[in-house]
């Protein structure tokens, strides 16, 4: 019997796309929840026999790879200038870490030459390793609740092992995170409105899939849609005439700052925001609205902005 509750994941980037990095315990644990190694991720081709008898002919496994999800908490380094340790984990789903010594860390979007990475996962004495993986990340920050980012890799398969949880798994370089509210989250604005918010997340809309041909095999990430939703409280029409918006086209700038003590503050901004179709909803008896979004870039590989500071 294998327990659920004794998983850990390890992440480095690869030196070589596909080259195991072998992460290790003390340097390269990632400390998250929702930890989902799939044993073997794969398409199924059927055999299609033509016998003299009903029945099954058998399918073969084709596109064999492995796909990981997982969940981290959005905080910060601690120190104002150092990298925060899901960094690693970022860059994969396509962004460039540039870092400021004791100011900042920026992300930023990249079209190319993003870094791959090697994951451990261990699930009570039993190893997922994948290679080369590449990712996609989805950012959500709602009200009275822990700011989190989703993750999903995909990877080169390997066989399952039987092996032991490393000793000496070290979680400090991660930072306690702040509830998203009133006090922990002092701005937010979208479209030039100030508005209490309920939820907010971001897509970031990498088209991943595994791609395998004669001579080569592997993660790829052609293109990206990054889009979000906002649940906020409606205005009068005087102050922001949301049906215009949509029917205009209008696209306008996003910004949202999560913290107030240096080394676990974040920074997200877009400049072009293009509202969609939205719906109403009771919220306490309080008109909200529910607004679908795309994130457009403006010069090219400028549709989001992370700084953690």
């Known amino acids: 019997m294998k327990s659920m509750k004794k998983m850990l994941l390890l992440a480095k980037i690869e030196g070589t796309s596909g080259t195991d990095a072998l992460p290790t315990a003390g340097a390269n644990a990632i400390l998250c929840r929702a930890l989902a190694p799939e044993p073997i991720t794969a398409e199924q081709v059927a055999r299609d026999l033509i016998r003299p008898y009903k029945g099954n002919s058998g399918k073969l496994a084709v596109g064999v790879h492995r796909k990981l999800t997982c969940e981290v908490e959005f905080a910060g380094s601690g120190a104002a200038g150092t990298a925060p340790p899901w960094g690693p984990l970022l860059q994969a789903c396509g962004f460039a870490e540039t870092i400021t010594a004791g100011v900042d860390v920026v992300y930023e979007p990249v079209s190319g030459g993003e870094p791959t990475l090697t994951l451990y996962g261990y699930l009570d004495g039993i190893l997922f390793k994948l290679t080369g993986c590449k990712g996609n990340v989805t950012f959500t920050l709602n009200a009275k609740a822990i700011p989190v980012m989703q993750f999903e890799f995909l990877g080169a398969y390997s066989t399952p092992t039987d092996t032991q949880l490393p000793p000496g798994v070290d979680y400090s370089a991660f930072m306690q995170p702040k509830p998203v509210g009133k006090v922990n989250t002092p701005t937010f604005t979208f479209h030039g409105v100030t508005a209490c918010t309920s939820a907010f997340s971001i897509a970031w809309g990498n088209t991943l899939a595994w791609r ?23 205005p009068s029409i005087a102050t922001k005439n949301w049906a215009e918006v949509v ?11 999560h913290g107030v003590d240096v080394g676990n503050i974040i920074e997200l901004s877009a400049p072009k925001i293009q509202c969609n179709p939205f719906t109403l909803q009771d919220d306490q008896g309080i008109a909200m609205v529910a607004m679908p979004f795309d994130i457009n870039p403006d010069q090219g590989d400028d549709e989001l902005r992370i700084i953690v500071r």
């Open 212 to 234: 395998e041909l004669i001579n080569c095999a592997g993660a790829r990430s052609p293109d990206r849609q990054p889009t979000g939703n906002v649940t906020m409280e409606l």
């Open 247 to 257: 029917r205009e086209g209008t696209t306008g700038a996003m910004s949202l700052v």
